[in-house]
T-cell receptor, first 109, second 113 residues
């Protein structure tokens, strides 16, 4: 079962770059890595997805090393509105996606 | 498009009562899932469906039933509510299998007394 491990919480200041790393040692060959963002009282929202190397979109970048046993979500120049919980998701056994407890990011002024 | 909609937004039940949480999507997605989220915790998969007429169990299926008679709707039934089922319930849908981006509804907050 491809479980993920993330830091429970992180603090940052406005304008800084934030990197959140997720470990997924048992990732399967065909599995993609997906990151979601969740604000209080809302459902999670897709941020970015990748398979290997680097993926970038208008919101974030995702770095995946060659062994794919971890991934790093990078948020450039965070603002107060980026305060949220961030989840790293790797498909589990038989298609059952497993969300970990996520990383609570707090951005301070 | 409304996306994924869930009703009700909030519900209070007494122990032993039954109810159905509604979920609907208008994106013609084949894959739909139900999750529960306890305070301060991540989401846990209850049941999922890969298409109309096909459902399967997730991590925490006990106490819940699902059916999928249409592509659009995926209701979750609590047979006999227990305080341990107090949680926020999220429905999600995606185009295809689990690798696809999931779109989540706004959630239903359930309190079982």
């Amino acid at each position: 079962l491809a479980k993920t491990t993330q830091p429970i919480s992180m603090d940052s200041y406005e304008g800084q770059e934030v990197n959140i790393t997720c470990s997924h040692n048992n990732i399967a060959t065909n599995d993609y890595i997906t990151w979601y963002q969740q604000f209080p009282s809302q459902g999670p929202r897709f941020i970015i997805q990748g398979y290997k190397t680097k993926v970038t979109n208008e919101v974030a970048s995702l770095f995946i090393p060659a062994d794919r046993k971890s991934s790093t979500l990078s948020l450039p120049r965070v603002s107060l509105s980026d305060t949220a919980v961030y989840y790293c998701l790797v498909p589990g056994r038989a298609g059952k996606s497993t969300f970990g407890d996520g990383t609570t990011l707090t951005v301070k002024p | 498009n409304a996306g994924v909609t869930q009703t009700p937004k909030f519900q209070v039940l007494k122990t032993g009562q039954s109810m159905t949480l509604q979920c609907a999507q208008d994106m013609n997605h084949e894959y739909m899932s139900w999750y529960r989220q306890d305070p301060g915790m991540g989401l846990r998969l209850i049941h999922y469906s890969v298409g109309a007429g096909i459902t399967d169990q997730g991590e925490v299926p006990n106490g819940y039933n699902v059916s999928r008679s249409t592509t659009e709707d995926f209701p979750l039934r609590l047979l006999s509510a227990a305080p341990s089922q107090t949680s926020v319930y999220f429905c999600a849908s995606s185009w295809g299998d689990y690798q696809e981006t999931q779109y989540f509804g706004p959630g239903t907050r359930l309190l079982v007394l």
